[in-house]
Nanobody
Framework: QVQLVEYGGGLVQAGGSLRLSCAAS????????MGWFRQAPGKEREFVAA????????DYADSVKGRFTISRDNAKNTVYLQMTSLKPEDTAVYYC????????????????WGQGTQVTVSS
């Protein structure tokens, strides 16, 4: 049973930073891809970043390139999303997701999801 648990969200001022964590359990993730998505009120869930757990390949939404970084810690079975230069438009519930093998930007391709963590950026 795959479980993904996000934490690290909160309230931050514009220009600030936050690091989200996603603790993964239930199987060996070395052959999986991990993604971060977000959903703002009244909007669809959108792709933020993704990487292969084995490393080497990452992808980012244009809106976060140069500001967000996805990474993982094998020993802790945890994926991170380091967010810097935050903007009010980054306010959303952030979700961690996983799928087999290749990274993807479409949420429909991900099989497992966490419960989400709220990020609020004040102006």
């Amino acid at each position: 049973q795959v479980q993904l648990v996000e934490y690290g969200g909160g309230l931050v001022q514009a220009g600030g930073s936050l690091r989200l964590s996603c603790a993964a359990s239930g199987r060996t993730f070395s052959s999986f891809a991990m993604g971060w998505f977000r959903q703002a009120p009244g909007k669809e869930r959108e792709f933020v970043a993704a990487m292969r757990w084995s490393g080497g390949i990452t992808d980012y939404a244009d809106s976060v390139k140069g500001r967000f970084t996805i990474s993982r810690d094998n020993a802790k079975n945890t994926v991170y999303l380091q967010m810097t230069s935050l903007k009010p438009e980054d306010t959303a519930v952030y979700y961690c997701a996983s799928k087999w093998k290749t990274i993807a930007v479409k949420r429909e391709e991900y099989d497992y999801w966490g419960q989400g963590t709220q990020v609020t950026v004040s102006s």
